[in-house]
């Protein structure tokens, strides 16, 4: 008989890190990544290393989503408050001594180049549900104001460098915990409303606001361009309206079920623009048509599902609020690509999470994933 002094195998003790994943949302995630990988073979094709570098970013997200996934969300929220400083920090800093690429400055050399507004996209999130955690059965108006404050100020400055698509991304996740937070719909409504009309009167009188002399407020030139290029890319076909053009072709060519893996004409001939990035849907659509586009669509569905689950079940306000926010933010992120590259949104360069290419981009969605998984990990062992 053995002794109660006897020391636990190996496998009794690596068991509890293996076994802790949420297998549904571990599979979602490979499924997705299976199907940027094969997509990122076609495309990628005749651009170098990009499969190879794609499946080692791969790698590497899971190994972030490992690491994460062994952070308890009790250690999460000490790191919360610095994470977010250190981020605003940096973002003070590339815009006082920031690395200029393409006429945009949103990089910082600290010895090597880094991009700081990727930090924001998981230190937004969890420095709003740590400040909300503190006000637990107490939240109040200021509450919320101070809420967006902390929101406006490392918004402002991805706004400035310029880098609109990241600004939304950090934006949205921001909104999505003040949200579940309890924001009533006596704001959001209103909110909401006054974005409809926005949007209706600029589509009304696109004949006017579009034309080169009129200025509008809070965007600069470029941005404008983005948006009229978005209500008539017709207009400059072969300049600003060509990416939306290539991309509705492309979709619209694969028809209900594409025309094969490896026979995108319009990939494969190069008239996608960035078909390896932020125009991979359009590549995908093209070679596995209609029915892939829906299965895509649908894993992503799975995926922000499971998250939310996850967030309705979570054992306190603060994973519940950061769970919820990192699963709305994937639905973001595959929102306004999908729509930019369909002709329904205007191009502002968002990746489709673990399919587009990205070294960075797929770190942090590693890193989001990992805390789904943690916080799914701490639900079960206070039940257990």
């Known amino acids: 008989m053995s002794s109660v002094y006897d020391k636990p195998s190996l496998w009794q003790r690596i068991r509890p890190v293996l076994t802790g994943f949420d297998g549904p949302l571990l599979v979602a995630m490979l499924l997705l990544g299976a199907a940027g990988l094969l997509t990122m073979y076609s495309a990628g094709f005749d651009a170098g290393t990009r499969f190879a570098d794609h499946g080692r970013n791969m790698l590497l997200a899971l190994c972030v989503l490992f690491v994460a996934a062994q952070i308890s969300p009790q250690t999460l929220m000490k790191f919360a408050v610095p994470l977010y400083l250190i981020g605003l920090t940096l973002l003070v800093g590339v815009a006082v001594m920031g690395v200029t690429k393409k006429g945009a400055t949103r990089w910082l050399n600290v010895g090597v180049v880094i991009q700081p507004s990727e930090i924001l996209k998981i230190a937004m999130p969890l420095m709003l549900a740590w400040w909300f955690q503190r006000r637990e059965g107490q939240v109040r108006m200021p509450d919320f104001l101070i809420a967006l404050l902390l929101l406006a100020v490392p918004v402002g400055l991805i706004v400035k460098q310029p880098d609109l698509g990241t600004a939304i991304l950090v934006l949205s996740a921001g909104l999505y915990v003040i949200f579940f937070a309890g924001l009533s719909w006596k704001i959001i409504v209103p909110v909401l409303a006054v974005g409809a009309v926005a949007i209706t009167a600029i589509v009304v009188s696109e004949d006017h606001i579009c034309q080169p002399d009129v200025k509008w407020p809070m965007l600069r030139d470029y941005q404008k361009n983005r948006v009229c290029t978005l209500l008539d890319p017709t207009t400059d076909p072969l300049g600003k309206g060509f990416h939306i053009i290539q991309g509705m072709i492309a979709i619209g060519s694969g028809g209900i079920d594409g025309k094969g893996f490896m026979k995108g004409t319009q990939t494969h001939l190069e008239f996608i623009p960035e078909r390896t990035t932020d125009f991979i849907f359009a590549a995908f659509s093209e070679e596995f048509g209609l029915i892939g586009g829906l299965c895509l669509i649908t894993g992503f569905i799975f995926l922000i599902g499971r998250g939310l689950m996850i967030a309705a079940e979570a054992p306190t ?59 799914a990990k701490s639900r079960r062992l206070i039940q257990s």
């Open 317 to 375: 306000v603060f994973t519940r609020l950061l769970a919820g926010a990192i699963a709305l933010s994937w639905f973001t992120y595959a929102f306004v690509n999908m729509g930019m590259v369909s002709g329904i949104l205007p191009v502002v360069g968002v990746p489709l999470p673990f399919v587009s290419y990205g070294g960075t981009a797929m770190v942090t969605l590693g890193l989001g994933l990992g805390i789904l998984m943690s916080i």
